[in-house]
């Protein structure tokens, strides 16, 4: 959200975005599995993020590209390849099936310990979903790291400062 107010103050035209989205019904049946409404094997969970993803990127991100808009993504693939590979999903399987999508330009991601990422979520008080468990995490986070060494765009921030730290940073 601080990115994006940043670049929108300096003139450019931004799109916001989130995955899981609710604009699709993979993406609306994805936040019944996170919330333990619902339970399906790990390789349907991920084939739903993908099919989520197939429609946010046709409806949103490519046409924002297409007339030279920055797209800010909270969530895309590289978390379906960690948070997936953390829960069971094979890695190599994850990428192969994210092919077809836009390789992002960059992607920052904002770490923290598993347990400091936890108190947050929980101070939030939104409740805790599917991945908000210190093992998941932990295991998330060492793909992460891999994930770092693989893609030349991919940078990772130090969450643990100050919002204005960590602001700095990734502008």
Known sequence: RLLSEYLKNEGREVVLTKEPSLDSEAGRKIRR????EIVVSVEERQQL????????????????LAVGKIV??????????ALGAATGADLEWLIKINTEFVMPDLCILVTASPEVGLGRIRA????????????ILERAGDTYALLAKRFENF???DGEKSVDEVFAAVR
């Open 33 to 36: 599995i996170l919330k333990g």
């Open 155 to 157: 940078r990772m921030v």
């Open 72 to 81: 800010i993504s909270d969530r895309y693939f590289f978390s379906t390849f």
């Open 49 to 64: 993020f993908t099919d989520d993803r197939r429609e946010h990127v046709a409806r949103v991100i490519m046409p924002a």
């Open 124 to 135: 939030r008080g939104e409740g805790v979903e599917l991945h908000d468990r210190l093992d």
